[in-house]
C-alpha cells in the first residue's frame, strides 16, 4: 500500500477564507480522491483528481468551491473556498493501488470554519 | 433508499464474542466489495476484500452473496482492539461511468473487558 501524507493536519478558519490541502503519496498512482467525512457520518466523494487534465465532481461538489489542481501522479491539492460553518469537516485524500480496486487514504485534514 | 446500507450499531460484545456485521447494497451491477476499519478520528483502513468465494484472514471472514446483495463479516474470539467502526464498501459506476466508492454509514463495535 502506499504511503499518503496531507498537510496541514488540522487548521481552524474564518468565514469567508480559503484553504488548500495537500496531499503527497510515495509512489506514482494513477487515481487519486478527495473525499469529505463530516462529523458523525461516512465519506462522501467530492472529485476524483485527474492528472493533467480537469477535476470529475460528483453531484452536489462544484470546481468554484472546491477547486482541485493534480499536476503529477504524487501530489494533489484541494482547495476549500469562502469558507462556511458548513465546511467544517474531515477531507481526506485517497489513492487507489496498481491494478486493483483497493484504495488507500491519507491521515485527514479536520477544518473548523468559525 | 440508500446505496450501501448498515446497522449503525452500537454492537457492545464481551471480549472472545463472535460477532457479525451485514450490508446491503443497491446496485447490481456492483464489481467490488471491501470491509474498511476506522478508528475514532483516524482514516479508514483497509480490512479486507470481499470476493464471491468469500475470504477469510485469521480471525475475520468476509462473504459476498451477489443474488442477495449482502455483504458480511465475520469477528471471532474479538479483542478489545476490534472495538471500531467497520465501513462497508461497495465499489459501483457512478453517473459518469467511472466506479467510485459507495461507504455505507459504518457499523460501530466496542467489546467489553
Not at chain 2, 460484545?13 to 478508528?39: H, I, K, L, M
Not at chain 2, 483502513?45 to 468469500?54: I, P, Q
Not at chain 2, 452473496?65 to 467502526?85: E, F, V
Request: glycine fraction near 8%.
Amino acid at each position: 500500500s502506499a504511503v499518503i501524507s496531507q498537510k496541514p493536519s488540522r487548521d481552524i478558519c474564518q468565514r469567508g477564507t480559503s484553504l488548500t490541502i495537500q496531499c503527497q503519496v510515495d509512489s506514482q498512482v494513477t487515481m487519486m480522491f478527495w473525499y469529505r467525512q463530516q462529523p458523525g457520518q461516512s465519506l462522501t466523494l467530492i472529485a476524483t483528481a485527474n492528472q493533467g487534465s480537469e477535476a470529475t465532481y460528483e453531484s452536489g461538489f462544484v470546481i468554484d468551491k472546491f477547486p482541485i489542481s493534480r499536476p503529477n501522479l504524487t501530489f494533489s491539492t484541494l482547495t476549500v473556498s469562502n469558507m462556511s460553518p458548513e465546511d467544517s469537516s474531515i477531507y481526506l485524500c485517497s489513492v487507489r493501488g496498481q491494478g486493483s480496486y483497493e484504495q488507500y487514504f491519507g491521515p485527514g485534514t479536520r477544518l473548523t470554519v468559525t | 433508499r440508500k446505496e450501501v446500507e448498515q446497522d449503525p450499531g452500537p454492537f457492545n460484545v464481551p471480549e472472545g464474542a463472535t460477532v457479525a456485521f451485514n450490508c446491503t447494497y443497491s446496485n447490481s451491477a456492483s464489481q467490488s466489495f471491501f470491509w474498511y476499519r476506522q478508528d475514532c478520528r483516524k482514516e479508514p483502513k483497509l480490512l479486507m476484500s470481499v470476493y464471491s468465494s468469500g475470504n477469510e484472514d485469521g480471525r475475520f471472514t468476509a462473504q459476498l452473496n451477489r443474488a442477495s446483495q449482502y455483504i458480511s463479516l465475520l469477528i471471532r474470539d474479538s479483542k478489545l482492539s476490534d472495538s471500531a467502526t467497520y465501513l462497508c464498501v461497495v465499489n459501483a459506476k457512478g453517473a459518469s461511468g467511472t466506479y467510485k466508492y459507495i461507504f455505507g454509514t459504518g457499523t460501530r463495535l466496542k467489546v467489553l473487558a
